[in-house]
């Protein structure tokens, strides 16, 4: 058997698609430190350190803050193992892929979903919400903050959570693609329990999936009458595993390595400061947009306000193969694109500026790039 | 906040423990090489590699062998979710701490446990699998190839095998332990379905866990009443991310940069062969058992050739304080090794030599530093 190792066999790719995003060189040499055991003093002190950046990026001061061992996906699992009890009934609201992701998840684990269905690229109005959880009483609403099938950026998270909570609901939400590239107010806006994964603005490796409960949520796991469903995710044990000063319960061994790439990766957002790094997407975002809109290609998400700045979902020009021109920008000029998803397979791009593939220079290239496949003028100055 | 990189606050520890294991310099390189897309096609010509050399390991045909997306214990539960269906009963042989974790595993997942349970240290007998079976009829057995809580070493698999399949029952395999240490030959043994870890034996970091599914296993799976309990480690809808040659339907976003070093730590032990690699787990298992024994150790399993060559569970000589011991060895001697897990905490030690752990210099130098702590002479020659 024949096979090269991998450093031999990959190409260097800039990573502009819906994540993983580019990885600083300081986070693959943490990743790449020498292993030590799950329980060892060291690698609690790692831990420990984790949860508290963990914590300051998620502007929260959830005890419960932690990554779970899994990619992103994992984490919206785990909330809905661990929140979601048989007969509890959820509102989703549905704008994209993954609110149809979750409403299968809720289905899986005994639960019920009241569907709040929009367009694909608009966002939720604290109207709709409210109308949705006054026809039924539902025990959780979820909602994707930073929808990665469209570029949609949900707004009005805080009056949204003023009515979930009013309606004695718990609200969970989905940060995979905005967590350290966009507030995520988790204290301040009021969200109960939230999941992202470190492949996308936190510049990680994928692998990891960061969630934080506050004590609302906490108290509707502990006061579950049926077990959690699910052994690997059940957060009453790994809990015992991850709370610092007490004695630590072994539940599964950590993925220390990935642990230690998630820590250098949060070191260096804190290390920026979290406005400086949102300030960074939004002016890199906002050239972005500029250039792809003067190559002719339309937004999927009408409403500019309502735009994502690390995801930009885009229709290319008429008379253009989406996958044949993904393909030259790969093989060509050594940059990943995203195709698009779902109802957009085929006819839009989604192009990602996530963390470290958030940088002026690279915004430039990549513009360069399209418009070279396009083969088209800019209309007006890219 | 003032955060050190993990590169300057982590210590050099050899890893003698029960996993993770010393991870070879390569695999971290081949860890922190340069992060690529899920749908790269560089990066699914490392997982057809990776699949490849996973079915070697195994020794295996089976189409569906993969990692999952998750420490060891995930390829338990991905195994329980996918294969146990609610009414589901499963014979479990319970000889130390795993057995009685699986026994969780199914109860979650609506299964019926028919508990085998035994001495810890002892490992099961045909004739008692037979007595079992044929008790009550059940759809499974389940045992643990390599206890990690006793050090005992499972015999007889081929002839367990064939019982289960008499019994028209499934045989599922945990050898998280064994796995690229000892022999699994899950085809001529008959497994029909196993699980393993990346941090024992194949010398890679925590975080993935391979498995393997045979077409018994596969149709099993197709012909579930009921909907996988899981969407996460849903093996109908990952198996289409998995298969080389049709297009491949993107599931969860890979931990690619975790498959990047179990692809080395693969071809590490292909390159060196896997009958070598089994005579140097052996020979090195029988050189640390000498001293051990000669340093007044006695091991948990009384059978010599019941013991595992990569984990030998010893209790200390009267008198001594594990805890303090082992705090010890690592304090002054930079060496980790695990304590009793369940019924053996406080009373034994799990010492490992796991792949790139199993070195004849490593396994003098752990010698040496137990004796320094345990103070005694050993009794003839070390």
Chains 1, 2 share one sequence.
């Not at 949060?266 to 920026?272: G, H, K, S």
């Not at 430039?364 to 003028?377: E, F, G, K, M, N």
Request: proline residues 4%; glycine residues 10%; charged residues 25%.
């Amino acid at each position: 058997m024949e096979i090269k190792r991998v450093n031999e066999q990959i190409a260097k790719v800039r990573l502009h698609g819906p994540g993983p995003s580019d990885v600083p060189a300081s986070v693959l040499d943490a990743l790449s430190a020498r292993t030590i055991g799950h329980l060892d003093p060291d690698f609690l002190r790692v831990m420990d350190q984790t949860q508290e950046m963990l914590r300051a990026v998620f502007q929260t001061k959830n005890r419960m803050t932690i990554p779970v061992s899994g990619t992103g996906s994992s984490g919206m699992e785990a909330l809905v193992a661990n929140l979601v009890e048989p007969g509890d009934r959820v509102a989703v609201v549905r704008n994209g892929v993954f609110g149809g992701r979750i409403a299968d998840e809720i289905a899986r684990f005994g639960g019920e979903v009241l569907e709040i269905s929009l367009e694909w690229g608009t966002t939720v109005e604290p109207e709709q919400v409210k109308k949705a959880l006054s026809s039924k009483k539902c025990q959780a609403l979820f909602l994707v903050h930073a929808e990665t099938s469209t570029g949609a950026h949900q707004q009005h998270m805080k009056e949204i959570a003023d009515i979930v909570h009013e309606h004695g609901a718990i609200f969970l939400v989905d940060c995979v693609t905005s967590l350290g590239g966009a507030e995520v107010k988790v204290d301040e806006w009021g969200i109960d329990a939230a999941y992202s994964g470190t492949q996308k603005c936190l510049s990680v490796p994928p692998g990891l999936a960061p969630i934080t409960l506050n004590e609302r949520a906490m108290e509707k796991l502990r006061k579950r009458e049926t077990p959690v469903q699910s052994w690997y995710f059940d957060l009453t044990m790994i809990e015992q595993y991850w709370t610092e000063g007490v004695s630590r319960k072994y539940h599964h061994t950590a993925p220390v390595n990935m642990i230690f790439a998630l820590h250098e990766g949060l070191r260096l957002i804190l290390e920026e400061g979290l406005e400086a790094v949102f300030e960074r997407h939004r002016k890199n975002a906002a050239a972005l947009q500029a250039g792809l809109e003067s190559l002719g290609l339309r937004y999927v998400v009408e409403k500019p306000e309502h735009r994502l700045p690390m995801l930009h979902a885009v229709f290319l020009p008429e008379g253009h193969e989406e996958g044949k021109l993904r393909k030259r920008l790969r093989t060509e000029f050594k940059v990943e694109v995203g195709g698009g998803l779902g109802e957009f397979a085929g006819k839009a791009w989604r192009v990602g500026l996530m963390g470290h593939s958030s940088r002026e220079e690279k915004v430039q290239a990549l513009l360069r790039d399209i418009q070279s496949v396009l083969c088209v003028r800019p209309v007006g100055p890219v």
